[in-house]
């Protein structure tokens, strides 16, 4: 079956600092793969997505990156964090083929401080 | 320009009847529709989709209901219960698109 992680769980960052959040799936092959941000009190916003190793779509201008260094790992990054970056990222896959759902890792709450 | 709507922020019912959640969504190429489930602190859970073929699909005590014409789509559980109290998510997603468009969420709150 198929496992989306997430890490970390938690983090708490100053601001003007990086970050690296690391998203890894298994059990699938080829997956298309999503970055979504959830700011407190509102929905869903895609941040990035991509459909095969170093192929990154952005959807919102920002100060975050996203890198995809192989088939089943997904990188968001960011040299210098801002305030406005505190919120619960997600992580998601989908099999792009024939089916259109997709599958959500845990979370990371990230604070900036 | 939010092209997926779902209007009501909250809804409150009471364990044993039905909750029914609304989405309305503006752009007409999309042709798939899905409904998340979000607990606090929890990634979303997929809970039923539905193409735009059809007019109904069900999954054990959901049922979700598209009308094309009205570009409306709704979420029914029946019956309610506590434990079904979360945050759901319209997403819609249009042909050729990588891509799926949420809804800003719905807090439902099933009362024992």
């Known amino acids: 079956s198929q496992t989306i992680h997430q890490w970390p769980a938690t983090l708490v960052q100053p601001v003007g600092s990086p970050l690296s959040l690391e998203c890894t799936v298994e059990?699938?092959?080829?997956?298309?793969l999503y970055w979504y941000r959830q700011a407190a009190g509102r929905g869903l916003q895609l941040l990035f997505y991509?459909?095969?190793?170093?192929?990154i779509s952005s959807e919102v201008p920002q100060n975050l990156s996203a890198s995809r260094p192989q088939d089943r790992q997904f990188i968001l990054s960011s040299k210098k964090l801002l305030l406005s970056d505190s919120g619960f990222y997600l992580c998601a896959w989908e099999v792009g083929t024939f089916t259109y759902e997709q599958y959500f890792g845990p979370g990371t709450r990230l604070t900036v401080t | 320009d939010q092209q997926v709507k779902q209007n009501s922020p909250s809804l409150s019912v009471q364990e044993g009847r039905i909750s029914i959640l609304n989405c309305d969504y503006t752009?007409?190429?999309?042709?798939?529709f899905l409904w998340y489930k979000k607990y606090p602190a929890e990634g979303p859970t997929f809970l039923i989709s539905?193409?735009?073929?059809?007019d109904k699909n069900e999954d054990g005590r959901f049922t979700v209901f598209l009308n094309k014409s009205a570009k409306h789509l709704s979420l029914h559980i029946v019956p309610s219960q506590p434990g079904d109290s979360a945050v759901y998510f319209c997403a819609a997603k249009g042909s050729g698109s990588e891509k799926l468009v949420f809804g800003k969420g719905m807090k439902l709150t099933v009362n024992p």
């Open positions: 059990g699938t092959s080829n997956p298309n």
């Open positions: 539905i193409s735009s073929i059809k």
């Open positions: 991509s459909v095969g190793i170093g192929q």
């Open positions: 752009n007409s190429m999309f042709d798939y």
